[in-house]
């Protein structure tokens, strides 16, 4: 089973959840996409098979995917924790939260690896988006036409030691560095919350790098790092000089046009090599 | 020497200038202050010899301190790290500016490091505010009304544990979490500016926590974390429950309406216990 089946998508916001559909239908599988209310983006989805249905309505959700014959299930597309006030379980949704038991409460990767657990327990096979988005992945070294200098890749190297530093403690998966110092680490506030705030902590000299790293252990199944036009756009407005990201598992939205905003802005887009990441901590 | 000599405050903004200043008068110890324009609080420095020099013009500063008889120095009151563009250093200022050398482009630790090592080269004693505010720096366990419950001291092992391994990075003095979940980690943006994003990513359920350490070899003579009226109204306002702290080498600004603020908010304000500092990273 499992590769025989239909391929149900978990859909949050964002293009990517539609590009994993047309490859997934590219390469010959049926698809259905679970489309979560105020998150998924409906234009993009209206071409393939999808009910919207809301976040927490476990039941729903998991009758449509055994209706469709859902065999494996890929999770794709941000969506916000829902407050508590907001969320409404259903019956199946409220048996579910029980069995996310304290995972509720602790970073997204213990919730989401939580989620995938029991979607596993459920009998579904649960696949990394990645699979589907090798094309979206990046490769080692410089993507546009800015390379990082000397400077930019000892900013990279900091930002790879912070992350590793911090991998272990489920905190953010990505800081900002400038000649050494550190800007900003990302928590809970995402990215471009991080990014927004370097404009004004950042010193003369030269911009600062953005290092976005999975942290050690993190289920990439349930939680990609992310990087798309908005990122650059975000870093350019903050004044970077560019961006490392670990390739292989990280998505790109829209690789095409992330590449051009670099060379447009001049900053650099940068996967980082096997020997990046075995910089000692 | 060094015991008999005068004082000499080196001011930033904020009122513990000027309390440095008075207690070392009460001391018994003559005190000149420099005032750094643009930081130093003029109003309440006005009781105390004092001239108002420019922060990069280092050798009006030097000359000054030593015109006035200064053999002791403390460094107090936070400064903004200058742009470049502005800070147009004095012929002393650039010698010690290539003195500091790379330590400026480090971290604050670094930097401030390797300006009290420069001016303890010039001949002074640089000492520790604390060693003036001892009444000041706090103590352990409770300080208001208000006691952290089980959840807040599981919170507080948390951040501490956080903090800890923070520290080894030369990167902020606190974190705030909430039910095990990092919800910021503070960088160069300071300990305000991290709380003010905290309201919207607080999760249902009762509030975070602040936490805030010194780093592991911070040197406390040149910067050390500070708690003030303004702490306490941010934290209220952003819908944490209470702020844990380091005793004996965090300064409270205000220490008895910092007690007042956080029991008329119904905060917690804790001292960390050996034990608590102990909590295994």
Redesign the interface.
């Known amino acids: 089973m499992g590769r025989e089946g239909c391929i149900g998508i978990l859909a949050g916001s964002g293009p990517l959840p539609a590009q994993v559909a047309a490859v997934a239908q590219a390469k010959g599988r049926k698809v259905f996409v679970v489309a979560f209310r105020d998150f998924a983006d409906l234009a993009l989805l209206a071409p393939y098979p999808h009910e919207v249905i809301r976040l927490a309505a476990a039941g729903e959700i998991l009758n449509a995917l055994k209706r469709h014959g859902c065999t494996d299930l890929v999770l794709i597309g941000p969506v916000r924790?829902p407050?508590?006030?907001d969320l409404r379980p259903d019956a199946d949704g409220a048996r579910i939260l029980a069995r996310l038991g304290?995972a509720i409460?602790?970073?997204d990767d213990g919730l989401l690896g939580a989620v995938v657990r029991v979607l596993g327990e459920e009998g579904f096979h649960v696949r990394g988006a990645h699979e589907f988005l090798e094309h979206a992945t990046g490769h080692s070294g410089t993507l546009g036409k800015v390379r990082p200098d000397e400077q930019a890749r000892q900013d990279i190297a900091r930002g790879t030691?912070?992350l590793k530093?911090?991998a272990?403690?489920?905190?953010?998966q990505g800081?900002v560095v400038q000649?050494?110092?550190?800007?900003?680490?990302e928590?809970?506030?995402g990215t471009d919350?991080m990014l927004s705030?370097c404009g004004k902590?950042m010193?003369?000299?030269s911009g600062g790098v953005l290092v976005k790293m999975p942290k050690t252990g993190q289920d990439l199944r349930a939680d990609m790092p992310t990087i798309g036009p908005a990122t650059l756009e975000n870093a350019a407005r903050n004044g970077l000089r560019g961006v490392a990201f670990q390739p292989g598992v990280t998505l790109m939205t829209d690789p095409v046009h992330c590449v051009e905003l670099a060379d447009r802005y001049g900053l650099f887009l940068y996967g980082l090599t096997e020997e990046d990441l075995k910089e000692k901590a």
Do not use: H, K, P
Request: net charge positive; with cysteine; charged share 20%.
């Open positions: 924790r407050a508590w006030r304290r409460f602790s970073g030691t912070v530093a911090m272990a403690l489920d905190i953010g800081c000649n050494g110092l550190v800007l900003a680490v928590a809970l506030e919350a705030r902590l010193q003369a000299g």
